[in-house]
């Protein structure tokens, strides 16, 4: 019975041991706390976006590019060129209490002052002026920075004036996103005004002179079938576009 009783023991033994040695390689992956743990599905569903805003969604995969940026909860972030606050109504979602939205335009009208006094969007600052006197805090405390298809719009004074101001708001490591219309190679800013477009190198020059690296680019919004010569308004949502992931040096 005894040497019954032991063999019992030390098979019971061996079953356990190899139980924990399983659970040791299953484990990491459920401990492990994931970066995407916001549930975007409920942040696109959201009822308080507009219809016009949500039939976007499609062509413009907004959690493709945040995911791609890298951006989570408690960040501080800017939406530059708001517009009407569609990726500062996502960003305020996707930060949360904890963080912080500066949404900027050159003029805030008043549907988009009305939008952001919904205490939904309480983490959300509006800042109204010229984007080469970017209102951000200048104190390197910025995680993250949009530009969302209105960098072209900008003359190029601008946008070099925008660009140090940006660099100055993010933390070393902090990110900065462009995301805009491609144009032709080599065509720089000739035609950012008649076909709303701007060359990509011509992007990349201005924001690593002031002082970014080039660090990822997304093909989530590629459509290189687009040949790039018509205006992005002749065929809306086929236009191919750039996404580009600067970073401010650690």
Sequence with gaps: ?????????MWRYSVVRACLGLMALVLPSFVAVPVWSQDFAA????????????????VRKPEEALKFYGVKSGDKVADIMTGRGYYAALLSQLV?????????AQTVRKELAARFQNPLYANVKLIEGKMSELGLPADSSLDFALIHLNY???EPGVRTAMNRRVYAALKAGGSYGIVDHAAKEGSGNEVTKSLHRIDKAMVVKEVTEAGFVLVQ????????EDPRTESVFVDRGKSDRFVLKFEKAK
Excluded: C, Q, T
């Design 1 to 9: 019975m005894s040497f019954r009783r032991g063999k019992n023991r």
């Design 152 to 154: 072209h719009d900008l």
């Design 43 to 58: 942040i696109l569903a959201n009822p308080e976006r507009p219809a016009n805003e949500r039939s976007l969604d499609a």
């Design 217 to 224: 680019e997304g093909e989530m919004l590629r459509h290189p």
């Design 96 to 104: 949360g209490d904890k963080g912080m939205v500066y949404a900027a």
